[in-house]
């Protein structure tokens, strides 16, 4: 999925998904929102232990392929 496996100095990350059985690939940036209003700092996904940033580099390209964030809210767990 992770086709970036490392940490870079240019901050962009790719990403691979099956959409409908066909691949997608998708960059993005390690550029993520913030807001004082949450405790972790990010307003969508957190980073994870050890500030590692796999997980909002997912959601961040999940949410590209799907066109915005909103269209990627899948609802509660």
């Given at each position: 999925?992770?086709?970036?496996?490392?940490?870079?100095?240019?901050?962009?990350y790719?990403v691979?998904?099956?959409?409908?059985g066909?691949?997608?690939?998708v960059?993005?940036d390690?550029?993520?929102?913030?807001?004082t209003?949450?405790?972790?700092g990010h307003?969508?996904?957190?980073?994870?232990?050890?500030?590692n940033l796999?997980?909002p580099i997912?959601?961040?390209?999940?949410?590209?392929?799907?066109?915005?964030y909103?269209?990627?809210?899948?609802g509660?767990?």
């Amino acid at each position: 999925m992770f086709l970036t496996k490392t940490t870079n100095t240019a901050g962009i990350y790719a990403v691979r998904f099956y959409i409908r059985g066909k691949p997608w690939y998708v960059t993005v940036d390690d550029e993520f929102f913030s807001s004082t209003y949450y405790d972790n700092g990010h307003t969508f996904a957190p980073t994870g232990a050890n500030d590692n940033l796999w997980v909002p580099i997912l959601e961040k390209a999940w949410a590209k392929a799907k066109g915005t964030y909103a269209n990627s809210e899948g609802g509660w767990t």
